[in-house]
């Protein structure tokens, strides 16, 4: 049974959504997806600056068997990036929603919906 | 077509594993994560279901004869109890497949091919053996075979069969064949037996410590130490001079693919070596290699080396040890250097 913090928002594609102390949106990834991928062992993540559409892929997850892309869960620039990822990839593995993080990023668009803790929990089963 | 499944299949689900299919097999890719399952072969003791590789029986007057000409090694320089890896080849020089051959009498031999291949070498044996006097016997359903490897696997041995064998040396103990043979490069043994009694083996030795380890970290184990893959690092168009394991030829005897050999060592040839990358990133299977911007190579296995924290791969280049090659990952030149295996 994997963890749906009720607090976040979510994509079809695995992402978490949530809003940020000092603004900005956080993104990472969550923890079915983690158990799913098994140790991350790399994660290639965007530079600050990028932009993204919704939908695009922005950054890259892989475990010793896989490679596994990560989409951008809403339209935007990306404002900063978890740097502690390069050294300890195993952090999206040991905390998919606090320490593992992966990007900051400032919406340019509407907030599109997204899917809540409950439809996200549906469409896992 | 329905996937094969060893006699611990149904352990294997019960535990929890992620099973895949592995050549035609249903096997554990993982119990738990393969890094932890690597680590813990590297510091402290697996065991590993491998019951889906071969055991090919051949007997007979003139075994030892027939088994020299078809791989790359002489039978008659091995004794009683001797364990030896070689190449069976084409007569292109070209591998099918590689094998262990355990040596009971000087007429009566055991090997132990890969999975995907038990059925091509039984054929291929069996065309090769008109002129010589043996019986060649399929029994791999009949045997169960599990690794157990890592530092603590001599302890292991110890309290169970209460033996001690040598490496590449082999020891029947009742109706077990154990022998000092792995795929790890640690230290350890591979245990065949009757499938009846596999549970029970199994049982004592995860009681007595043993990890349960899946395919996975097999694959990145062995790739650590530069050991082939068959079906991936030779698949029928690779020669054993190529591969790097010139080693396993004994020039002074006939074999099917010798004059094969003999007339490419005198030319150039791509030799299988290892690819480290010198930057973050984890190497796949099939990634391009570029030098000075052209494509030269590609890899044939591509992993991430828990114990390094690298990136390693194996690719058939003509390159000295030491060139700066590139590894395309995503539209990306990653920096890699060629180096000679092992990587650990």
Same mark, same amino acid.
């Given at each position: 049974m994997s963890e749906i913090p009720k607090n976040l928002s979510y994509t079809e594609d695995h992402e978490w959504v949530g809003p940020n102390e000092n603004g900005g949106i956080k993104v990472g990834i969550t923890d079915y997806a983690q158990d799913s991928l098994s140790d991350v062992v790399f994660v290639e993540l965007p530079n600050v600056g990028d932009e993204y559409d919704q939908g695009d892929v922005m950054a890259v997850a892989e475990s010793v068997k896989a490679a596994s892309d990560i989409y951008a869960p809403i339209k935007g620039k990306i404002l900063a990036i978890n740097e502690k990822l390069e050294e $300890? %990839?195993?952090l999206v593995n040991e905390s998919p929603y606090g320490s593992g993080w992966m990007v900051l990023m400032e919406p340019s668009a509407d907030m599109p919906e997204l899917l809540d803790a409950k439809s996200y929990q549906n469409s896992l089963d | 077509m329905p996937l094969f499944e060893t006699c611990m299949h149904d352990s294997h689900v019960k535990l929890g594993a992620k099973m895949v299919d592995f050549a035609g097999w249903h096997m554990p890719l993982q119990y738990t994560s393969i890094v932890s399952e690597h680590n813990s072969v590297r510091e402290r003791v697996g065991i590993f279901d491998v019951s889906h590789m071969g055991q090919?029986? +051949?007997?007979?007057? #003139?075994?030892? @004869?027939? &088994? $020299?000409? +078809? *791989?790359?090694?002489?039978?008659?320089?091995?004794?009683?109890?001797?364990?030896?890896y070689c190449h069976? &080849?084409?007569?292109?020089?070209?591998?099918i497949d590689d094998t262990i051959v355990y040596t009971f009498s000087n007429d009566n031999f055991m090997l132990v %091919?890969?999975?995907?291949? +038990?059925? @091509?070498i039984f054929?291929?044996?069996? =065309?090769?053996?008109? /002129?010589f006097d043996v019986m060649i016997e399929n029994k791999s359903d009949e045997f169960f075979c599990f690794a157990v490897q890592g530092p603590e696997a001599p302890r292991l041995l110890r309290q169970y069969f209460?033996?001690?064998? *040598?490496?590449? @040396? =082999? +020891?029947?103990? !009742?109706?077990?064949?154990?022998?000092? *043979?792995?795929? *790890? #490069?640690?230290? !350890?043994?591979?245990?065949? !037996? %009757? =499938? $009846?009694?596999s549970l029970g083996i199994w049982q004592s030795f995860t009681e007595m410590g043993a990890i349960p380890i899946g395919l996975g970290a097999r694959d990145t184990l062995r790739l650590e130490k530069g050991y082939l893959l068959s079906g991936t690092d030779f698949n029928g168009s690779q020669t054993t001079l190529e591969s790097g394991y010139s080693w396993v030829? /004994?020039?002074?005897?006939?074999?099917? #693919? @010798?004059q094969s050999l003999l007339s490419q060592k005198e030319d150039s040839y791509k030799l299988l070596k290892g690819v480290l990358l010198e930057e973050r990133g984890v190497l796949r299977p099939g990634l391009p290699v570029y030098l000075d911007g052209e494509q030269i190579s590609e890899?044939?296995? #591509? $992993?991430?080396? %828990?114990?390094l924290k690298r990136g390693i791969g194996l690719s058939y280049l003509d390159l000295k040890v030491g060139t700066t090659v590139n590894i395309l990952i995503r539209n990306k030149q990653l920096k890699g250097r060629v180096i000679q295996t092992p990587f650990l």
């Open positions: $300890s %990839p195993e | 090919i029986f +051949v007997s007979g007057a #003139g075994a030892s @004869k027939f &088994l $020299s000409y +078809v *791989t790359t090694w002489n039978m008659s320089r091995l004794s009683e109890g001797d364990c030896r069976i &080849l084409d007569e292109n020089g070209k591998i %091919p890969n999975a995907s291949m +038990v059925t @091509k054929d291929w044996f069996n =065309l090769k053996s008109s /002129d209460n033996l001690s064998i *040598t490496p590449f @040396k =082999l +020891v029947r103990s !009742g109706n077990m064949i154990i022998s000092g *043979t792995g795929y *790890t #490069g640690e230290k !350890g043994y591979e245990i065949m !037996g %009757p =499938l $009846s009694e030829i /004994d020039w002074n005897h006939e074999f099917i #693919g @010798k890899l044939t296995s #591509g $992993s991430l080396s %828990p114990i």
